[in-house]
């Protein structure tokens, strides 16, 4: 057990950094294209016949179920096989879970078209990591929206899956990145997937409960190391964290808002039709490019806290329980 306490601690901080260096790797083969394949799959077969809950449900349990199993004992093979080989292949396997590089450098290219004074071209780059309309999006709504996709996947995209990797190593993250994928896919409430997707919505609220809310006082901590508004970000996250549909979805969101001092979310067009929306936070200065380097200082500030302290409490307990 030790052995594997500290193996595990390993190969999340080694995936961490090179995540940090090399980024999200795009190829076919990655895990979670191959999770969007099968859960297309599974879409395409089950979601129009009679039941559609419970066909859901099942979906989502045989997806989950696989990405845990199938890293599961790949890894105990490798393991077997020698030490080496099987971390390395876990190193691999947290790597991809990751989302951080990703996360930054797709912020960062919106933030550079800003910074040229290309509007269309940021229209552009911000349309592929939000979902709302952005055609006609003024240069505060950019920045706004780059802002709150980058606070709000701090949580679902790179502390969350740490946390479930020290819990479980790689099979976990994987299972966790599974509900994530899912949620993504066929979680929405419309009257496409309605039913289909709602058991795979309702786990990912329950399965981020805790995740969300670490994530925000890990972003809480990192606002008082870069020395940005804690006591602002501290009143904004008590007032606002609530401030959306999903009960997670605020959480790191009200810490930044508060930090920066932004207002962020609000009325959005998506498909034409304008969604109302609370508001996060309050509106101390127009929202610019340069939030959008500041909200990327916060989430990787409050990763390598989350990590630090990661490592620190799973090798501390497995010691204190081989000691008893």
Same mark, same amino acid.
């Given at each position: 057990?030790?052995?594997?306490?500290?193996?595990?601690?390993?190969?999340?901080?080694?995936?961490?950094?090179?995540?940090?260096?090399?980024? !999200?790797?795009?190829?076919?083969?990655?895990?979670?294209?191959?999770?969007?394949?099968?859960?297309?799959?599974?879409?395409?077969?089950?979601?129009?016949?009679?039941?559609?809950?419970?066909?859901?449900?099942?979906?989502?349990?045989?997806?989950?179920?696989?990405?845990?199993?199938?890293?599961?004992?790949?890894?105990?093979?490798?393991?077997?096989?020698?030490?080496?080989?099987?971390?390395?292949?876990?190193?691999?396997?947290?790597?991809?879970?990751?989302?951080?590089?990703?996360?930054?450098?797709?912020?960062?290219?919106?933030?550079?078209?800003?910074?040229?004074? !290309?509007?269309?071209?940021?229209?552009?780059?911000?349309?592929?990591?939000?979902?709302?309309?952005?055609?006609?999006?003024?240069?505060?709504?950019?920045?706004?929206?780059?802002?709150?996709?980058?606070?709000?996947?701090?949580?679902? /995209?790179?502390?969350?899956?740490?946390?479930?990797?020290?819990? /479980?190593?790689?099979?976990?993250?994987?299972?966790?990145?599974?509900?994530?994928?899912?949620?993504?896919?066929?979680?929405?409430?419309?009257?496409?997937?309605?039913?289909?997707?709602?058991?795979?919505?309702?786990?990912?609220?329950?399965?981020?409960?805790?995740?969300?809310?670490?994530?925000?006082?890990?972003?809480?901590?990192?606002?008082?190391?870069?020395?940005?508004?804690?006591?602002?970000?501290?009143?904004?996250?008590?007032?606002?964290?609530?401030?959306?549909?999903?009960?997670?979805?605020?959480?790191?969101?009200?810490?930044?808002?508060?930090?920066?001092?932004?207002?962020?979310?609000?009325?959005?067009?998506?498909?034409?039709?304008?969604?109302?929306?609370?508001?996060?936070?309050?509106?101390?200065?127009?929202?610019?490019? !340069?939030?959008?380097?500041?909200?990327?200082?916060?989430?990787?500030?409050?990763?390598?806290?989350?990590?630090?302290? /990661?490592?620190?409490?799973?090798?501390?307990?497995?010691?204190?329980?081989?000691?008893?």
């Amino acid at each position: 057990m030790g052995t594997y306490t500290f193996v595990t601690a390993v190969a999340v901080f080694a995936g961490f950094i090179v995540d940090a260096i090399i980024g !999200d790797p795009v190829y076919r083969l990655h895990p979670v294209r191959i999770m969007g394949f099968f859960i297309g799959v599974g879409d395409r077969l089950l979601r129009g016949n009679r039941f559609a809950f419970f066909w859901g449900m099942m979906l989502t349990f045989i997806i989950v179920g696989a990405s845990f199993t199938i890293p599961f004992f790949m890894l105990l093979a490798l393991y077997r096989v020698h030490f080496a080989l099987g971390l390395i292949v876990e190193i691999i396997f947290c790597y991809q879970i990751f989302a951080a590089k990703a996360l930054k450098h797709e912020s960062m290219r919106v933030y550079h078209q800003l910074e040229k004074g !290309d509007i269309p071209k940021a229209r552009l780059y911000l349309s592929y990591i939000v979902g709302r309309d952005t055609q006609n999006l003024n240069e505060e709504e950019i920045a706004k929206a780059a802002v709150e996709t980058v606070a709000e996947n701090c949580s679902d /995209g790179v502390i969350g899956p740490m946390f479930f990797l020290f819990i /479980g190593g790689a099979p976990l993250g994987f299972a966790y990145k599974a509900v994530n994928t899912l949620d993504s896919m066929i979680g929405y409430n419309n009257e496409k997937y309605a039913w289909f997707g709602k058991f795979a919505a309702r786990l990912d609220d329950v399965v981020n409960l805790i995740p969300a809310r670490i994530s925000a006082l890990l972003m809480l901590a990192a606002a008082l190391l870069c020395k940005l508004n804690f006591k602002q970000a501290w009143k904004i996250y008590l007032r606002d964290r609530y401030n959306h549909k999903s009960p997670n979805a605020a959480q790191t969101e009200a810490v930044c808002a508060g930090a920066i001092g932004v207002q962020l979310s609000g009325d959005n067009m998506y498909g034409g039709v304008v969604v109302k929306k609370p508001t996060i936070g309050d509106p101390l200065r127009p929202a610019n490019k !340069d939030d959008i380097r500041l909200v990327n200082k916060l989430m990787y500030t409050a990763s390598w806290v989350g990590l630090i302290l /990661g490592i620190l409490l799973r090798v501390g307990y497995f010691t204190l329980i081989n000691i008893r």
